[in-house]
């Protein structure tokens, strides 16, 4: 369950980032500023974990996350293990029910898990004792997506407060997406999305973000562009009429950057079609973050385990101190 | 045989009686509704004989068994115009017996039971193997509903005027819609042969396709895709006027949106032959139910809007909505044990509608209980054509004794259903079913 142990400061779990408190984003961000260094070390490793064992459970493919993760536990001195298993949970033979017992029985520490379906990690969450990481499940979360975006942009701004964040292209389908307005809008951030209506949810209006239907008008608007990517799926499943009419409605080009009247940061999760919602160019260039959202990555997700493997908070009132 | 019901209060609004009374049953018939009958049993009937409380050892066939019902509520036996057995086909989620068994605890005296089983029940040895399981169970009566189209298709027109003959009271391919507006006309039409309503399951695929719960916050919040409330609205609009080309009657089941029920007030103004049900998790809970990706609030159509629910329930009372109806649908519980989108729908109905509309209806003061037991028993029986729902003299012994104000808490361990999948489990509601007669026969009596 979501009991937080006494003293764990998170809870047993980071499922989302709806149900967290500012005051906790605000210890992830500040407790991955220690561990930025880390990898900046010529022995990229501490023993913090040393003796806890963790399973990366992807249901998915992934490349960047998983890595990600695995680079956060190693440099943690964690024993890991990698359990890809692609295709649906149905069309598998074991269920998800199953793969929980299992781990369970195998006396592990931690889980991350990524799933095609919205609320696997809660699923897990609910039948296992050991803490839970949600990787990305479904359309619904991608929580240290999310606070990669957010500690990305508080080293560019300095801050999050009053920032103006846009988040462009396909909300509707975007665990991304659904884990950067909640987590900004706790921060203080004001946040808007952009896209094809098509791609918008009906409620999106609920829920306190500002519409813009014309890119230009975002990038006039924002401070930072989070750009999405486009599935391909999408076109295929009707839900815009072409690849290329996305790239010249509501493409981030350098031409549209450049009329913009300030300088605009652009953040993107990966990976890129180039082309199609981003072109090279702006990808490349020098507004783009894109790589330092990589590397701060690592740094929000070596945070994350420390605190749920029962981590104290001073290590990030020492950060502050130094910031 | 004869049992007297003696002391209840006697609510049956087909003859509007409301009084303190008792009830003579006597041969399977109701004999007569008076005071003081259990003092002179001799009157009643031919066969008058030794007094015995029920469940005293060898009360005689001839014996009249007297139940005390003070205090409790005597009314028409419940009629359920819509649940699934899953017998054939699926017999380890449920059987017509213990389907049948439950809705005898749930205070039903007849249900009628949805085709959508393995084979589908879309001819009349299907239907007549429906009737005859219900026969060798003799709990509550079970009505086979056959099917619209063969296999549920939505291509082939199933054999109506046999499935009739075989007891079939209606036709549905509910679980899925019919998508051929040619194929609903043809059914509506050629069911008006047969004097019998199509029960329509309204949802237009394309846009429920994929769709795990209500469209809306919530949704977008858990990141589930959506039904959208449309998806319903057009398939009702659309059968409703399919109905008026006819002059078929449709049937509209598990009707969950205001915007439905402003079609279904308008289809009635028109003169539309429709009758519609709610069910009564679309009258109790809001898709907040679903909470974080709760299976147990999974059901299709899904659960909508505290907007919705007001609607339907000012609808269910006004009449707008003639019946409400349980879409009863167990499921093994392993099923239900699964990510929110991979989880089958429904939820099991029959051993708490009562309490349920009770609660959320009766006590919450949205209607009486005179109108609760007009939706659950005598508007069934009128609008599907079935005896019972009256406690008029010579009428089927069909009757539900219950108790509209204890308390209880859900455990659904203790229910007879197979299914365990409510949304309800833990929570304590008000009402029980005391005893349920069916034909005369009584085929529950709660244990105290």
Not at chain 1, 102 to 107: H, K, S
Not at chain 1, 178 to 194: D, F, H, P, T
Not at chain 1, 293 to 318: C, F, H, P, W
Not at chain 2, 238 to 266: E, N, Q, Y
């Amino acid at each position: 369950m979501n009991a937080p142990a006494s003293n764990a400061p998170l809870g047993k779990d980071l499922l989302a980032l709806e149900p967290l408190s500012s005051q906790q984003i605000q210890l992830i961000l500040d407790t991955a500023e220690p561990f930025k260094e880390i990898s900046e070390r010529a022995i990229k490793k501490v023993p913090t974990l040393r003796g806890a064992t963790i399973v990366n459970l992807f249901f998915e493919a992934s490349t960047r996350t998983r890595i990600s993760f695995e680079f956060a536990e190693k440099r943690l001195s964690a024993d890991t293990v990698n359990v890809a298993s692609t295709g649906s949970s149905v069309s598998k033979g074991e269920t998800l029910v199953d793969t929980a017992r299992n781990l369970e029985a195998m006396r592990i520490d931690m889980v991350v898990i990524r799933h095609g379906a919205s609320g696997a990690a809660h699923f897990l969450a609910n039948r296992i004792e050991s803490n839970v990481i949600n990787a990305g499940d479904g359309t619904h979360e991608h929580p240290t997506q999310g606070l990669l975006d957010m500690l990305t942009l508080r080293d560019r701004f300095k801050k999050l407060q009053g920032l103006k964040v846009c988040i462009v292209g396909d909300v509707l389908h975007s665990r991304v997406a659904r884990s950067n307005i909640w987590g900004l809008q706790k921060m203080g951030a004001e946040v808007a999305v952009c896209g094809p209506r098509s791609l918008l949810p009906n409620a999106i209006d609920d829920f306190g973000v500002t519409v813009f239907d014309r890119v230009e008008a975002a990038i006039e608007w924002a401070d930072a562009l989070n750009v999405l990517r486009l599935q391909l799926e999408r076109m295929q499943a009707g839900y815009i009429p072409s690849l290329r009419e996305y790239n010249r409605v509501f493409g981030v080009s350098r031409d549209r950057i450049e009329r913009a009247k300030k300088d605009i940061v652009i953040l993107h999760p990966g990976p890129m079609n180039r082309g199609v919602e981003i072109d090279s160019d702006v990808a490349d260039g020098p507004f783009s973050v894109i790589l330092d959202q990589v590397t701060n990555g690592v740094a929000i997700r070596m945070a994350v385990l420390y605190l749920l493997s029962g981590g104290k908070a001073e290590l990030a009132d020492k950060a502050k101190g130094v910031e | 045989m004869t049992i007297i019901l003696k002391g209840g209060r006697v609510l049956d609004p087909s003859q509007n009686k409301d009084e303190v009374a008792d009830v003579a049953i006597v041969n399977g018939k109701i004999d007569s509704i008076g005071r003081g009958l259990a003092e002179r049993p001799r009157q009643i009937g031919a066969a008058g004989a030794a007094e015995n409380q029920i469940g005293a050892a060898g009360a005689a066939e001839n014996g009249t068994v007297v139940i005390d019902c003070s205090g409790l509520v005597v009314s028409p036996g419940f009629i359920d115009v819509h649940c699934h057995l899953r017998e054939p086909g699926r017999e380890e989620v449920e059987t017509i017996a213990t389907g049948a068994s439950a809705a005898a605890a749930g205070g039903f005296t007849a249900v009628c039971a949805m085709p959508n089983t393995d084979p589908v029940t879309d001819n009349q040895a299907a239907v007549g193997f429906v009737a005859r399981q219900a026969q060798r169970a003799a709990m509550a009566r079970v009505y086979p509903i056959g099917a619209i189209s063969i296999g549920q298709k939505g291509q082939t027109l199933a054999e109506f005027g046999e499935m009739v003959g075989a007891g079939a009271v209606a036709v549905s391919d509910d679980g899925k819609p019919v998508v051929s507006a040619q194929l609903m006309r043809t059914a509506l039409e050629y069911a008006r042969t047969f004097n019998i309503p199509v029960a329509d399951h309204c949802e237009e695929p394309t846009l429920a396709h994929g769709g795990a719960m209500n469209e809306g916050i919530v949704s977008m919040r858990l990141g589930l895709k959506g039904i959208p409330a449309e998806a319903e609205e057009i398939m009702a609009i659309r059968d409703m006027l399919l109905a008026r080309l006819t002059g078929g009657h449709i049937h509209l089941c598990h009707m969950s949106t205001k915007g439905s029920v402003a079609l279904i007030r308008w289809g009635k103004e028109q003169g539309i032959n429709v009758t519609a049900e709610v069910c009564p998790h679309h009258l109790s809970l809001t898709e907040e139910a679903v909470g974080n990706y709760d299976t147990h609030a999974k059901m299709n159509p899904p659960l909508r809007t505290m907007a919705d629910v007001e609607a339907l329930r000012a609808a269910v009372k006004d009449g707008t909505i003639d019946v409400i109806a349980t879409d009863h649908a167990p499921h093994h519980y392993d099923e239900k044990e699964r990510e929110f989108a991979d989880a089958p729908n429904g939820i099991v109905g029959l051993e708490t509608a009562l309490a349920v509309n009770i609660t959320w209806l009766v006590k919450a003061k949205v209607m009486s209980l005179t109108t609760l037991i007009e939706r659950m028993s005598c508007t069934p029986a009128r609008i599907f054509h079935l005896p019972g729902g009256t406690l008029k003299k010579g009428a089927p012994a069909d009757v539900t004794v219950f108790d509209p104000t204890a308390d209880w808490k859900v455990d659904a361990a203790s229910f007879r259903t197979k299914g365990r999948n409510t949304p309800y489990q833990g929570m304590t509601l008000t009402g029980t079913n005391h005893t349920t007669i069916v034909d005369g026969r009584v085929v529950f009596r709660r244990s105290h």
